[in-house]
Nanobody
Framework: QVQVVESGGGLVQPGGSLRLSCAASESEISRYQTGWYRQAPGNQRELVARITSAGISNYANSVKGRFTISRDNAKKTLHLQMNSLKPEDTAVYYC?????????WGQGTQVTVSS
């Protein structure tokens, strides 16, 4: 079972930026369509960005134009660059395959957007 470790979260003011990273134990993450999910308190986990094995990315409307997903195949790492952050982006962020999550869920990384 593939294991993932997310990192890069933190506390940031509205309008700020963060870059999240996800390290996977899978040797060929490029074989999979992968994505970033988030879960805010009281809400269901939602998929906010995904990237296909061909490198084509898709985004939820709520983050389109502000978030960018990327993948480093050599380092087996997935990234999420988040700009122009809003308080409603506050959540725990996770990575997994997408749109169906088949890997083990990691601990996630907390992102808090607050002044």
């Amino acid at each position: 079972q593939v294991q993932v470790v997310e990192s890069g979260g933190g506390l940031v003011q509205p309008g700020g930026s963060l870059r999240l990273s996800c390290a996977a134990s899978e040797s060929e993450i490029s074989r999979y369509q992968t994505g970033w999910y988030r879960q805010a308190p009281g809400n269901q986990r939602e998929l906010v960005a995904r990237i296909t094995s061909a490198g084509i990315s898709n985004y939820a409307n709520s983050v389109k134009g502000r978030f960018t997903i990327s993948r480093d195949n050599a380092k087996k790492t997935l990234h999420l660059q988040m700009n122009s952050l809003k308080p409603e982006d506050t959540a725990v962020y996770y990575c997994n395959t997408a749109p169906s999550a088949i890997w083990s869920w990691g601990q996630g990384t907390q992102v808090t957007v607050s002044s």
